[in-house]
């Protein structure tokens, strides 16, 4: 499974973006996948924000995020995003998506779940 982060950049404070996740592989057509979304500011660990789950019925955000950030299967299977509004200089991270295969559609990703990664995508956040 591969993976591509997209859509990152430099916002002023309060300002958006949305942040795209290509995912691809012969596995994609076998099983369930449930994608999410993980960020690693400069000297923190990588903290996950978002996950929905294979059929996109089931969501999760943290609840730090929760009010400003959605997640979103695209029309295309492949395809996740990321839409951060009212965006805070303490946003600025890498970000990234992941992959993780789960045994019902509903799933949601498990911390402790096998995991594929991408590489991520910068936002930076002004004052």
């Known amino acids: 499974v591969q993976l591509q982060a997209s859509g990152g950049g430099l916002v002023q404070a309060g300002g958006s973006l949305t942040l795209s996740c290509s995912v691809s592989g012969d596995a994609l057509d076998f099983g369930y996948w449930a994608i999410g979304w993980s960020r690693q500011a400069p000297g923190d660990i990588r903290e996950p924000i978002s996950c929905i789950s294979s059929n996109g019925r089931s969501t999760y955000t943290r609840p730090s995020v929760k009010s400003r950030f959605t997640i979103s299967r695209g029309s295309a299977k492949n395809m996740v995003y990321l839409q951060m509004n009212s965006l805070k200089p303490e946003d600025t991270a890498l970000y990234y998506c992941?992959?993780?295969?789960?045994?019902?559609?509903?799933?949601?990703?498990?911390?402790?779940?096998?995991?594929?990664w991408g590489k991520g995508t910068l936002v930076t956040v002004s004052s």
């Open positions: 992941a992959a993780e295969e789960t045994s019902h559609s509903d799933y949601l990703c498990d911390a402790h779940g096998v995991k594929y």
